[in-house]
């Protein structure tokens, strides 16, 4: 598993190292690299005496970005034996969810879905809505969706959380839709980073009268 940071300007190293017997007379040095075990993106320097941690500046940071830096830390004892640990790699990321494949499906919970563009919806005060397809580098963090009146051109319901990228369909509801008016839901993803997606979204017409029989 690797950890991840928006800019690869300053990076950290925190490490544990100890030789009860002859002590850290080598010292401990750290470099980074593209692969892991390689140094190709900063040399070694030395991790002052003592000190289980350091900071570096990355020459070029933006050029890093969307890469995975690996860390290598090396330390020698009082006999000149040294032991080399490499780090599972921080991601440089700070980019958005990409909502390019991603689809979103609206439709009444009392009747059979219309999934046409301009579908028909029988309720007038909730809605199904399911979504699939948002995907990242990074972790999803949430899901936002909100309703828009069409023709009024005003918010009806604006963005709510999910609650979490595990939910991908709920129940819309507790409202009072026109009938004959058309909506469109609209849907995002939300990264661990607080990125937003582009918006997918679905546009429908309310019909909740129910037809004439004579």
Same mark, same amino acid.
């Given at each position: #598993?690797? !950890?991840?940071?928006? *800019? +690869?300007? $300053? @990076? ?7 030789? %009860? ?72 990321? #700070?980019? !958005?969810?990409?909502? *390019? +494949?991603? $689809? @979103? ?7 059979? %879905? ?101």
């Amino acid at each position: #598993n690797f !950890t991840f940071q928006q *800019s +690869a300007h $300053k @990076l950290i190293i925190r490490f544990s190292a100890s030789d %009860p017997e002859t002590g850290l007379a080598g010292g401990c040095f750290w470099c980074c690299g593209s692969v892991p075990g390689t140094c190709n993106l900063a040399a070694y320097i030395r991790v002052p005496d003592g000190a289980f941690w350091a900071t570096r500046l990355m020459h070029e940071p933006e050029k890093l970005s969307g890469s995975r830096i690996f860390s290598s830390v090396r330390c020698g004892n009082g006999a000149g034996l040294w032991t080399v640990k490499v780090s599972a790699g921080i991601l440089i990321y #700070n980019g !958005t969810p990409d909502a *390019s +494949a991603a $689809k @979103l499906s609206v439709y009444s919970p009392i009747v059979s %879905p219309f999934l046409a563009k301009d579908a028909f919806v029988g309720n007038a005060s909730a809605l199904m809505l399911s979504w699939w397809g948002f995907l990242d580098q990074v972790e999803l963090a949430d899901y936002q969706i909100r309703l828009m009146d069409v023709g009024q051109s005003f918010v009806a319901r604006d963005w709510l959380s999910v609650g979490g990228s595990k939910v991908q369909s709920l129940r819309f509801g507790d409202f009072s839709l026109g009938t004959g008016r058309v909506y469109r839901v609209e849907v995002r993803a939300v990264n661990v980073l607080g990125k937003m997606s582009k918006t997918v979204a679905h546009e429908f017409r309310v019909d909740a009268k129910p037809p004439k029989l004579t």
